[in-house]
């Protein structure tokens, strides 16, 4: 009997240990956004097809929350009227843009690649920050 009381007792301790590391996670998480205000961040984005064709949106805006390539690429695709499609790989926590406007990955192996300010991403775009002025290129092309 006493055992299962100390059994429970350790139980009840890491749960609400559990509890409190979650909550103070939040609280972070709200004080990094309260401190940054949300503040809009001005970027560019330009959009480059295998065939030439170049879709430039030179003025979006994103705010902190959704300020990443991949933002600025949904907010391009909600300007534009196109679609984006990812996927989600657990792997590296991120997702992968898998198609613009109807082109998808593969096709004439070529691939959505980005490149931010000329520097090749090396990131998963949801995880790449965006700052103001900043300049997102998305290119269909080959690896190399």
């Keep these: 009997m006493r055992r299962e009381i100390l059994a429970a007792i350790a139980v009840l301790s890491t749960v609400f ?8 996670y939040t609280l972070s998480q709200e004080n990094d956004v309260s401190q940054s205000g ?5 970027a560019t984005l330009v959009i480059t097809f ?12 994103v705010h902190h929350h959704n300020a990443t390539v991949l933002g600025l690429l949904t907010a391009a695709a ?7 499609e990812t996927t ?18 593969g096709y004439q192996d070529r691939y959505w690649l980005y490149w931010i300010n000329g520097d090749y ?4 775009a949801d995880r790449q920050p965006v700052q103001e002025g900043d ?3 998305w290119k269909f092309t080959t690896y190399g």
Excluded: K
Aim: hydrophobic share 40%; proline share 4%.
């Design 17 to 24: 240990a559990a509890i409190l590391a979650v909550y103070a």
């Design 121 to 124: 991403g090396m990131v998963g």
């Design 135 to 137: 300049t997102v290129e």
């Design 88 to 105: 989600y790989y657990g792997q590296y926590d991120s997702l992968l843009v898998g198609s613009i406007a109807g082109v998808e990955n």
């Design 78 to 84: 909600s300007q534009g009227n196109f679609t984006v």
């Design 38 to 42: 949300d503040q809009p961040v001005q």
């Design 50 to 61: 295998a065939n030439g064709s170049v879709w430039r949106y030179p003025s979006l805006t």
